[in-house]
């Protein structure tokens, strides 16, 4: 088992910045993949980015790509999200999600989740 536990949404104006972080527990944290996604009202689940074991690679959705920036820090146990440039349509809830080694786009491919941390961005 992986708990994972996100911290630092909140309300911001359209163009400010907020860093999310995700902290884990249980299983060996190197070897997981991670990911962030997130779910507007009314909206489906859609990925944000992810990100392998190492932090070597990294994967972003379009419409955050620039602008996001996804990063962990395995002797942390803990997987970051900086947003910039945030855009009223960036409000959603966001969560991070764990699997086992590889990578993946779909959040039906993860395993493990957190309970999510709202982010709103007024314009």
């Known amino acids: 088992q992986v708990q994972l536990v996100e911290s630092g949404g909140g309300l911001v104006q359209a163009g400010a910045s907020l860093r999310l972080s995700c902290a884990a527990s249980?299983?060996?944290?190197?070897?997981?993949?991670m990911g962030w996604f997130r779910q507007a009202p009314g909206k489906e689940r859609e990925f944000v980015a992810t990100?392998?074991?190492?932090?070597?690679?990294?994967t972003y959705a379009h419409s955050v790509k620039g602008r996001f920036t996804i990063s962990r820090d395995n002797a942390k146990n803990t997987v970051y999200l900086q947003m910039n440039s945030l855009k009223p349509e960036d409000t959603a809830v966001y969560y991070c999600a764990a699997r086992r080694f590889t990578t993946a786009t779909t959040y039906v491919l993860y395993d493990y989740w957190g309970q999510g941390t709202q982010v709103t961005v007024s314009s």
């Open positions: 990100i392998n074991w190492s932090g070597g690679s990294t």
């Open positions: 249980g299983r060996t944290f190197s070897n997981y993949a």
